[in-house]
């Protein structure tokens, strides 16, 4: 009994699925995956980085994969989630003793949650290569779906990197 409504249940799930994709199938609403790229240009550490639920990592690779549209539209957006590690270079005891283990508590407690909502900035035609969230001070982001690497001067984000905290970030 158990095994036949586990495979009514499955069979009714893979024609949901078969309808939802169907119903997808216009070129305007067609869907593939992308990189994630995050570039730290601050002095602290980036634990981690995600872009609409998708993770990546905040070290400066690209992760796979963030779904996105084929084609770009308006109001596209990100929503973005970081956690930032504001003293990565804390002294701590050695690893694996009680020590450690009471430093990284109270260590842990002083890590900052970010988020923000961004537009999803146009691709030419239907080449995607992706997005690039730039972490920068105050807790500011710059997003690019551009398909120039970093260092190539027609990339079009040009903040310099181990940027330091100002004393007071601007509203």
């Not at 309808?19 to 634990?47: F, V, Y």
Request: proline share 8%.
């Amino acid at each position: 009994m158990r095994l036949m409504i586990r495979t009514s249940l499955m069979q009714g799930f893979c024609g949901v699925l078969v309808l939802m994709l169907l119903g997808c199938s216009s070129a305007d609403n067609e869907m593939a995956g992308g990189n994630i790229q995050a570039i730290n240009h601050t002095l602290s550490a980036i634990n981690w980085l995600s872009v609409n639920g998708y993770r990546a990592d905040g070290g400066g690779g690209r992760s796979c994969c963030i779904i996105m549209p084929v084609k770009w539209r308006p109001g596209l957006k990100a929503q973005i989630e970081w956690e930032v590690d504001p003293d990565p270079f804390a002294s701590s005891p050695p690893l694996g003793t009680d020590e450690f283990r009471a430093f990284m508590v109270k260590h842990k407690a002083n890590y900052q949650h970010h988020s923000a909502t961004m537009d999803i900035p146009e691709w030419p035609g239907t080449k995607r290569c992706g997005l690039t969230v730039h972490l920068l001070v105050c807790n500011q982001i710059k997003l690019t779906s551009s398909c120039w690497a970093p260092r190539s001067p027609n990339y079009p984000i040009k903040d310099p990197m181990e940027m330091k905290e100002p004393a007071v970030c601007p509203k």
